[in-house]
């Protein structure tokens, strides 16, 4: 079973560019998450996405993040502006069901490393 | 915020040894993970234990959940230098699509 993919895989932009990140979650997998980990910390949920519905996007930056799944399938993450702070790995993740009250184990991509310079 | 705070930050030990990795949160939980992220294998989960279990099994993994203390513990018995890794407890609160919130993790060093 193919994992989650992710690209690319690095990217460094100077502050105030724009950059966007790809995901394609494992197939069947209906909720898809994307999380901004900094070094040293643990990952931190942006938006979780059920089908192609945001569920939570309390975390979200919307001035400069976005996110869309379209087709209830892949999903870009966008920012811009970058800002220095946004220099993070940001990881997406897929899992097979979300109910209301069970949570499932999720499947994570390899992650982009993204430095802002 | 992140709820889970690992204890400790950091544990190095030689290979045959144990390890053992406490979590403590904040708030009621529906269900408490353990995840394993290392640069070769990324972000990976290895068990998940449910408020109403007290302890969790999976081949030299031992998780224990103390709901009235709001701690875990996991154990990983006979390490290996594989098991060089980052850990990371997540836990999902109880109503609703509560997201999955992770700690900050202990960075484990097995030593052969």
């Known amino acids: 079973e193919a994992g989650v993919a992710q690209s690319p895989r690095y990217k460094i932009i100077e502050k105030r560019q724009s950059v966007a990140f790809w995901c394609n979650p494992i197939s069947g997998h209906a909720t898809l998450y994307w999380y901004q980990q900094i070094l040293g910390q643990g990952p931190k949920l942006l938006i979780q996405?059920?089908?192609?519905?945001?569920?939570?996007d309390s975390q979200l930056p919307k001035d400069r993040f976005s996110a869309e799944r379209l087709k209830g399938v892949d999903s870009t993450l966008k920012i811009q502006p970058a800002k220095l702070e946004d220099s993070a790995v940001y990881l997406c993740?897929?899992?097979?069901?979300?109910?209301?009250?069970?949570?499932?184990?999720?499947?994570f991509g390899p992650g982009t490393r993204l430095t802002v310079t | 915020s992140q709820q889970g705070e690992e204890d400790p930050q950091a544990l190095s030990i030689q290979e045959g040894e144990n390890a053992t990795m406490n979590c403590s949160y904040k708030t009621s939980i529906n269900n408490l993970q353990w995840y394993r992220q290392n640069s070769g294998r990324g972000l990976v989960h290895l068990i998940l234990?449910?408020?109403?279990?007290r302890e969790k099994h999976s081949g030299r993994l031992r998780v224990t959940l103390d709901t009235s203390k709001k701690s875990s513990s996991l154990l990983i018995t006979a390490s290996r230098a594989a098991d060089t890794a980052s850990y990371f407890c997540?836990?999902?609160?109880?109503?609703?699509?509560?997201?999955?919130?992770f700690g900050t993790g202990t960075r484990l060093l097995v030593s052969p």
């Open positions: 996405f059920q089908n192609n519905g945001v569920v939570d």
């Open positions: 993740a897929s899992s097979l069901v979300e109910g209301t009250l069970f949570s499932y184990e999720q499947y």
């Open positions: 997540a836990t999902r609160g109880n109503t609703g699509f509560q997201k999955l919130v």
């Open positions: 234990i449910r408020s109403n279990e």
